[in-house]
């Protein structure tokens, strides 16, 4: 499975092109330490003073190598499809050998702090629903109130609980429009930004 970069990350990783195989290799070495232990800005002051730059394009170079890093050991890439991935990226031969030797390294250790990082949150498991119509009343001969039951199963770290809910259809039409419109912006571009930026 091919890594697809998007233009903001390939400018981020573009400093690097420019630089030696020795400063791309230091870089690597910041974005590890900061995937174990979190970001630390001095790094990027002392980095930027060593190179002469400004801290914001190391900071830009070690994200974008952050975010290569991460995202590659999650989605779990293999080393042919790394080395596709990195292609159109500018860098020289040594540069994606040195690459790919990183992560191949480090592929392991960075799923295992993505997996200590991950909430485990009660999730769904299973849900029956029964729909009950109430035709009349003693006092109201015509009447249709419909309601729905909901029994909905959750499961956290192992454990399955069980919630009784009740509702009526113009609520649930309701709740349903809420989900739709929350799934719809978790597929937009700002909040898949934001994503990543908590991911690393």
């Known amino acids: 499975m091919l890594l697809v ?8 990783l573009n400093f690097l092109v420019s630089v030696n195989v020795e400063v791309v290799q230091e870089f690597c070495r910041i974005a ?4 174990r232990k979190g970001i630390n800005n001095k790094m ?3 980095a930027a003073q060593k190179l002469s730059v ?7 170079g070690v994200e974008g190598l952050m975010y290569l890093l991460a995202e590659s050991a999650k989605l779990m890439v293999t080393d042919i499809d790394f080395q596709d991935s990195i292609l159109t990226l500018g860098f020289s031969d040594e540069m994606k050998k040195e690459l790919l030797r990183f992560y191949v390294d ?3 250790e960075i799923r295992t702090v993505q997996s200590e990082m991950v909430m485990d949150l009660p999730h769904y498991h299973n849900l029956e629903w029964r729909l009950d119509v109430e035709l009349a009343s003693r006092s109201l001969h015509h009447q249709t109130t419909p309601s729905l039951l909901l029994k909905l199963h959750t499961e956290d770290s ?9 509702t009526d259809p113009s609520n649930l039409l309701h709740m349903t429009k809420c989900l739709e419109g929350a799934l719809a912006e978790v597929k ?10 908590i991911n690393k």
């Open 5 to 12: 970069l998007e233009d903001e990350h390939k400018e981020h």
């Open 32 to 35: 590890m330490e900061f995937i």
């Open 44 to 46: 990027y002051l002392i």
């Open 54 to 60: 400004d801290a914001e394009t190391v900071r830009h």
């Open 106 to 108: 480090n592929c392991k």
């Open 158 to 166: 192992g454990n399955k609980t069980t919630q009784l809910l009740e």
């Open 188 to 197: 937009s571009q700002h909040c898949r930004r934001i994503m990543r930026n």
